[in-house]
């Protein structure tokens, strides 16, 4: 949706990108705020959150050593503006939800539903159940809310995952809730079956032009302010730049038939 030629650069020819600070960080909050659910209600406090923080750092960076590079961790001064930083993200999730009072039913859920043999597959940050069955569909995003004329794009992430799990659990989602930490924003929608309907044909159609692109070879880049973000390009011929050839056998790489439609996991 955002960029063919993007898809491809990804997808297909798989070129790397680093990591950065801001996808660092939601990944280091998402951690926390998970990991302290596995305290009891009362323990669920500012002070202990804020103690997890250092210690999940370790953890991403042992997981995933190029995360190391982010920071100058012979730097206290930096390194402690960076915690700080996390620190204040997870404060602003304390003023908008109260985890005393929560007890998810899922946290990083990883649902996968098959979809007339297009597999759809992502990571559910956290779903709550009320005693009565109503779902609620929570996802954290380190950001700022968007305005209202990108709202309805946010809220495809959640349609989506609202999409995998009614075919899972045979239920629609009483409550898709985006959880904005940049600007302390709860942003709240109530899908319909008629919803993740046309969500279902959206899908379909994105693949049928997956499945285009990669029959004719033509992955058009679409210039977009988001290009100023693109980590390649100087390989995009609206910027003048050259796509590398495409790897062989790109148009089996392309239709996998276990590829998946997901959702972008960046958190920025």
């Known amino acids: 949706m955002q960029c063919p030629l993007l898809y491809r650069f990804r997808v297909i020819d798989k070129l790397p990108e680093p990591p950065s600070p801001a996808a660092a960080r939601g990944t280091l909050v998402h951690s926390v705020l998970e990991r302290l659910f596995d305290l009891p209600a009362a323990g669920r406090t500012l002070e202990a959150a804020a103690a997890l923080v250092e210690p999940q750092w370790s953890a991403?960076?042992?997981?995933?050593?190029?995360?190391?590079?982010?920071?100058d961790h012979d730097d206290p001064a930096a390194l402690k503006a960076w915690f700080e930083?996390?620190?204040?993200?997870?404060?602003?999730?304390?003023?908008?939800?109260?985890?005393?009072?929560?007890?998810?039913?899922?946290?990083?859920?990883?649902?996968?539903?098959?979809?007339d043999g297009l597999t759809l597959r992502g990571y559910v940050d956290r779903l709550d159940v009320a005693p009565t069955g109503e779902i609620r569909v929570v996802d954290y995003k380190t950001g700022r809310s968007p305005s209202e004329l990108f709202e309805a794009k946010a809220l495809f992430q959640m349609k989506f995952y609202a999409l995998v799990l009614w075919r899972l659990r045979g239920q629609v989602?009483?409550?898709?809730?985006?959880?904005?930490?940049?600007?302390?924003?709860?942003?709240?929608?109530?899908?319909?079956?008629?919803d993740l309907l046309a969500t279902e044909r959206k899908l379909k159609a994105l693949w049928?032009?997956?499945?285009?692109?990669?029959?004719?070879?033509?992955?058009?880049?679409?210039?977009?302010?988001?290009?100023?973000?693109?980590?390649?390009?100087?390989?995009?011929?609206?910027?003048?730049?050259?796509?590398?050839?495409?790897?062989?056998?790109?148009?089996?790489?392309?239709?996998?038939?276990?590829?998946?439609?997901?959702?972008?996991?960046?958190?920025?």
């Not at 109260?98 to 859920?109: F, K, S, V, W, Y």
Request: with cysteine; hydrophobic share 35%; aromatic share 6%.
């Open 208 to 268: 049928e032009a997956i499945e285009r692109a990669a029959t004719t070879g033509d992955w058009r880049p679409n210039k977009s302010r988001l290009c100023d973000w693109c980590e390649h390009r100087q390989l995009c011929p609206a910027w003048g730049g050259t796509p590398p050839p495409l790897p062989e056998g790109a148009t089996l790489l392309a239709l996998d038939p276990r590829a998946s439609a997901a959702v972008d996991p960046t958190d920025e």
């Open 173 to 194: 989602p009483r409550m898709l809730q985006l959880v904005y930490l940049g600007n302390s924003e709860i942003v709240r929608y109530s899908p319909e079956e008629a």
């Open 85 to 115: 930083e996390s620190i204040g993200l997870i404060e602003r999730w304390f003023a908008l939800e109260d985890p005393t009072r929560l007890e998810p039913a899922e946290r990083e859920l990883y649902v996968e539903t098959d979809l």
């Open 60 to 71: 991403l960076v042992e997981s995933e050593p190029e995360l190391a590079d982010l920071l």
